[in-house]
């Protein structure tokens, strides 16, 4: 299939003028956020190439555990295989191409069974049992040409990241940035506690990894909800054409703030944290999937998984130290916190909603971003440099 399509080039032709340095920089067309055309395109070019986050060695600490996640139309299970070694298998049975697992479904198994016709697989992917299958050839004969296809997996700061493209480089090189907050955090170490999936939200991928990413909207959006880190104190990093990430952070206004009804922590602040990362709150993506929130008393994770061009899941994880889990009120905290994370994911929602709706109008235009928006820019730059790659190795002549 074409995805490159004369829709598709002509919105590349436009794009390029949306990277650069956040002064003349102007915003994507609007059609990148509601056209399905370029949506095939991404997900050629984008998705179905790069590493993706799908969550946390925390969520498989023990041999079978496992979760199952969707990303775009491929549904995939995390496994922790017999061997210990994390696993990333497309849920898909070789049988008739039945889904194995349904996405969000957790637990722990010795294998992995299709519930349409009993078809079972090892955790590493590999056939187990077909019954009935032994008067078309013998198991043996199925085991051999027969496994649940395994994608390339790369670990960093605990994080299980997967990609579809066994040539993908290693990722870690990429993020030199981003690793010295993932070691100060010790997000190996880490665990996440609790994962709650909004499915179906109405509005495009990269529109929630820009609400995401610039803190202009929260002077606004979140006034009175974001003032312990104020947006004029976000302050931005230079980002070149190698970068893997897009960070900025924002200063609080004292130190060991945290965004409850008061202002203070109410969980405790994470071993070790030296007085600058104490005294902010880290945000940073690597695209296409996951979003991340550094503060001095936990790790918040946004997983973004689209759906089409116009839909996306949310899957968002906390995570923390055990010494805090292990605190008596660790619990009572964590639905204080969440109060107040409700409010503001809420508002964040509204404002999507409205501004995918608003991307449809004949009157959508490019505009100028501003300062507080630089990681725009930047996330502009990576997207269309994976786009520029796509075009090059498929042969087609570069419309960026």
Not at 165 to 175: D, I, K, Y
Not at 188 to 193: H, K
Request: proline share 8%.
């Amino acid at each position: 299939m074409n995805v490159v399509t004369p829709q598709v080039s002509e919105i590349l032709s436009e794009i390029r003028a949306s990277t650069g340095d956040f002064r003349t920089a102007r915003t994507m067309p609007p059609e990148v956020y509601t056209s399905e055309e370029f949506f095939r395109f991404e997900w050629e070019s984008v998705f179905a190439r790069e590493w993706l986050c799908l969550g946390h060695v925390s969520q498989i600490p023990e041999i079978g555990d496992y979760f199952a996640i969707n990303v775009g139309p491929e549904p995939l299970i995390v496994t922790r295989a017999e061997d210990g070694e994390v696993r990333v298998l497309s849920a898909i049975c070789q049988h008739r191409g039945y889904p194995i697992i349904e996405a969000g479904e957790t637990g722990n198994a010795k294998r992995l069974r299709c519930p349409y016709h009993f078809w079972s697989y090892e955790l590493d992917g590999r056939l187990a049992t077909a019954p009935e299958m032994t008067r078309t050839c013998p198991l043996a004969e199925l085991k051999d040409e027969t496994a649940l296809p395994a994608l390339k997996v790369e670990l960093f700061g605990g994080f299980i990241f997967a990609t579809m493209n066994p040539e993908q480089p290693p990722l870690g090189p990429t993020l030199d940035k981003l690793a010295p907050e993932m070691e100060a955090f010790d997000t190996v170490n880490l665990r996440a506690v609790k994962t709650v999936d909004y499915p179906n939200q109405p509005w495009n991928w990269k529109g929630m990894h820009e609400n995401a990413l610039e803190p202009y909207h929260t002077l606004f959006v979140h006034a009175g909800y974001h003032d312990v880190a104020p947006a004029q104190n976000a302050t931005f990093m230079e980002w070149d054409d190698n970068d893997g990430q897009v960070m900025h952070p924002t200063a609080f206004r004292k130190m060991d703030a945290a965004f409850t009804p008061s202002g203070q922590p109410i969980l405790p602040i994470i071993a070790g944290l030296d007085e600058t990362r104490r005294s902010r709150v880290m945000f940073a993506s690597i695209p296409p999937v996951v979003f991340f929130a550094f503060s001095p008393d936990q790790v918040f994770v946004f997983l973004v998984l689209p759906e089409s061009a116009e839909s996306m899941t949310l899957r968002v994880t906390w995570l923390f130290p055990e010494s805090s889990i292990k605190e008596p009120t660790f619990e009572w905290a964590l639905d204080v916190q969440n109060t107040i994370n409700g409010v503001i994911n809420e508002q964040d929602f509204v404002t999507n909603r409205r501004m995918q709706l608003g991307q449809r109008s004949r009157y959508a235009k490019r505009g100028r971003y501003s300062h507080l928006e630089s990681t725009l820019p930047q996330f502009n730059s990576w997207l269309v440099k994976r786009y520029e790659a796509y075009l090059e190795q498929a042969g087609e002549r570069s419309a960026v």
